[in-house]
């Protein structure tokens, strides 16, 4: 027989133990979480500098997916159009041949292999020897000229429907490099804004020493005088000079915002020279300069293993450039990247 017997309940002792045991797991729980070190100046200074690297690296290659989605565009729009001309001489071609059969009807009957073709596809039958033998040379002519057309057309078509679905891909891959863009950025904001005023002010004062200040290399700073540059990159140079101080914003090409890609490729448009939209294309656009010292000013100077950013040399060992976000357009040592190659146009 099962028994029924209600089960022991804890003692009160054993109770307050447990809740005192509970209660000292999250006061020991919250004493780990207060103690947790603030990161210092210096370790979001390297956070965020990454953080920023990481952004101007998918920036270029959002800029790589722009210009395509741009080509694209441009490519899908002239293809539409051949294809609607085609389709107006197809069908002209075929009035003609429609008119060519009436006035045969009038004339007593409409040959058949003519007759044939008013109701299906010449191809269906073009290449038959024995309806060719049927029609006059006119006819063939027109045959041959509407089989050729039909042929254009469907190529055409054919790769209208790839461009556009190439291009829906393209759209797909710009709005993932701007999430990845907008994620990276808003880290390093959140990583920045957990430092005080007045460590973000000596980070800024560390940022300004480590670039030797934002002053013109030939301003002063006993740098030596640099080497002239071609009439078209000191012109470029000149415009880039132009827009010290306007500020970098992701794949903005001027004039108001820029990027680094977008102000190297804005300022020699202004000099009359039509470059790459973006960095990497840019290290392939002109003759590459090796040695530092061999640069001139407005040579393009490409930065980091992968080529993700770029600037105008600037003369005395320093280059003009849009950096990152929360910056402007300004001077800055060329060490300060890892510098890999010059490229003049």
């Known amino acids: 027989m099962a028994s029924h017997r209600r089960p022991k309940q804890p003692s009160r002792a054993r109770v307050t133990v447990l809740t005192a045991t509970a209660a000292a797991a999250v006061a020991l729980t919250s004493q780990a979480a207060q103690a947790a070190p603030k990161p210092d100046k210096d370790e979001v200074k390297s956070k965020v500098d990454k953080l920023y690297e990481q952004a101007e690296q998918a920036t270029e290659k959002y800029n790589g997916a722009k210009e395509k989605q741009q080509k694209l565009e441009k490519q899908t729009g002239e293809l539409q159009d051949k294809v609607a001309r085609g389709q107006e001489d197809l069908n002209k071609l075929r009035d003609g041949l429609g008119s060519l059969a009436s006035a045969q009807y009038r004339s007593g009957g409409i040959d058949p292999s003519l007759q044939l073709f ?6 269906s039958y073009l290449d038959k020897a024995s309806t060719l033998d ?3 040379g006119q006819q063939v002519a027109q045959l041959k000229k509407i089989q050729g057309k039909q042929r254009v057309l469907s190529q055409q078509r054919k790769e209208a429907a790839d461009k556009l679905a190439d291009l829906s891909e393209t759209r797909k891959e710009i709005g993932k490099k ?3 863009i907008q994620g990276k950025l808003g880290e390093a904001q959140r990583l920045l804004n957990s430092l005080t ?4 002010r000596q980070m800024e004062d560390d940022d300004r020493a480590s670039r030797g200040g934002d002053r013109d290399p030939g301003g ?3 740098t030596p005088a640099p080497k002239p540059g071609s009439g078209r990159a000191g012109a470029a140079f000149a415009a880039a000079q132009s827009k010290i101080g306007t500020p970098y914003v992701y794949g903005a090409t001027g004039p108001s915002s820029f990027d680094c890609s977008g102000l190297t490729s804005w300022a020699y448009n202004q000099a009359g020279v039509s470059i790459p939209r973006t960095s990497q294309a840019q290290a392939g656009a002109g003759t590459r300069i090796s040695s530092q010292s061999q640069l001139q000013v407005g040579d393009l100077v490409l930065f980091y293993g992968d080529l993700h950013h770029v600037g105008l ?3 005395g060992g320093k280059v003009l450039h849009a950096p990152r976000t929360g910056t402007v357009v300004r001077y800055e040592s060329i060490n300060n990247m890892p510098f890999q190659f010059g490229v003049r146009l």
Not at 197 to 200: I, P
């Open 118 to 123: 008013l109701s299906a596809d010449p191809d």
């Open 134 to 136: 049927q029609l006059s």
């Open 178 to 180: 701007k999430k990845q």
């Open 197 to 200: 005023a007045e460590e973000r």
């Open 220 to 222: 002063g700073d006993n």
């Open 313 to 315: 040399y600037a003369g």
